[in-house]
């Protein structure tokens, strides 16, 4: 059964420090998202992407922030200079909406900003 | 400000027993109704989907829809220790149907 994939499984980084956290989709689908969550709260939405392009993104979502499909597999999430309140798991998951609305969830990356 | 509503728990129920989890919405305009589960440093699993008032089944799991009270609920019958987990319940919000999450509800299922 395809499934979302993500890389790595967990980074620790120093803070100011720049991450990549990387995510393949399911290969026929076209939406893509980012959320986080925080240790003991809820599951936030990050930002949504369709058509090669930022369609909505939340308050959380600044400048530090930049999302990319750099091929037609890879869903890359760029945090320039990271805080420590950026240390969370950060989800990538994706959807082709066509006959569900289900989100498919990769295993997350556990960041964490020292 | 969309908002999901759980109430965060603990409940423990007995092996075999009905857990019964509940969620409320704020946005009127939602469509889509997902229960997930949640191992601790895991991903959301998904366990049920609802997009119509009234009940849908599979298997030990039942959602229940209100859209005018703005409730959703699961029902776990004959309640295993391997449902014990987070269960998360999201709404989908907007065009771009991004998940707004509940904080979930904690299960312990005690044998």
């Known amino acids: 059964e395809p499934e979302v994939t993500q890389t790595p499984s967990h980074q620790v980084t120093q803070m100011g420090q720049e991450v990549i956290l990387r995510c393949v989709p399911i290969s026929n689908h076209l939406y893509f998202y980012w959320y986080r969550q925080i240790l003991g709260q809820k599951v936030e939405f990050l930002v949504s992407f369709y058509n090669n392009e930022i369609s909505e993104k939340s308050e959380i979502f600044d400048d530090q922030f930049s999302v990319e499909r750099p091929d037609g597999s890879n869903f890359t999430l760029k945090i320039r200079s990271t805080k420590l309140e950026d240390s969370a798991m950060y989800f990538c998951?994706?959807?082709?909406?066509?006959?569900?609305?289900?989100?498919?969830f990769g295993p997350g990356t556990r960041l964490t900003v020292l | 400000q969309k908002e999901v509503e759980q109430n965060s728990g603990p409940l423990s129920v007995p092996e075999g027993a009905i857990a019964s989890l509940n969620c409320t919405y704020s946005d009127r305009g939602s469509q889509s109704f997902f229960w997930y589960r949640q191992y601790s440093g895991k991903s959301p699993e998904l366990i049920m989907s609802i997009y119509s008032n009234g009940d849908k089944e599979d298997g030990r799991f039942t959602a229940q829809l209100n859209k005018a009270s703005q409730y959703v609920s699961l029902l776990i019958r004959d309640s295993q220790p391997s449902d014990s987990a987070t269960y998360l319940c999201?709404?989908?919000?907007?065009?771009?149907?991004?998940?707004?999450w509940g904080l979930g509800t904690s299960l312990a299922v005690n044998p």
């Open positions: 999201a709404v989908n919000a907007g065009n771009n149907r991004k998940l707004i």
């Open positions: 998951a994706s959807a082709d909406f066509s006959s569900t609305d289900t989100q498919y």
